[in-house]
């Protein structure tokens, strides 16, 4: 098992900036990648961003592609979301999640981190 807690969330204005942070325990050599979702009332959960833990290869989507940067301490076993330019609708909770390498599902989450951006 991997065991996951977000920190970092927050209330900000448009155009601040937040870093979350996902501190991982347990099997953790059991994880290939890590990603950041979010969800917001009313909506899906939609991927944020991914990174591969070995690597460091990362992936955005589109909305916060030169915004957001995914970045992680294999030392630490932490990953971390630096999330600048906020926007009011980024507003959301925002989870962070372990993948095995065995699989293709995100099988391990955090219990959520809410951000909320104002105008």
């Known amino acids: 098992q991997v065991q996951l807690v977000e920190s970092g969330g927050g209330l900000v204005q448009a155009g601040d900036s937040l870093r979350l942070s996902c501190a991982a325990s347990?099997?953790?050599?059991?994880?290939?990648?890590m990603g950041w979702f979010r969800q917001a009332p009313g909506k899906e959960r939609e991927l944020v961003a991914i990174?591969?833990?070995?690597?460091?290869?990362?992936m955005y989507t589109d909305s916060v592609k030169g915004r957001f940067t995914i970045s992680r301490d294999n030392v630490k076993n932490t990953m971390y979301l630096q999330m600048n330019s906020l926007k009011p609708e980024d507003t959301a909770v925002y989870y962070c999640?372990?993948?095995?390498?065995?699989?293709?599902?995100?099988?391990?989450w955090g219990q959520g981190t809410q951000v909320t951006v104002s105008s």
């Open positions: 999640a372990a993948r095995p390498p065995t699989t293709g599902a995100y099988e391990y």
């Open positions: 990174i591969t833990w070995d690597t460091g290869s990362t």
């Open positions: 347990g099997r953790t050599f059991n994880i290939a990648k």
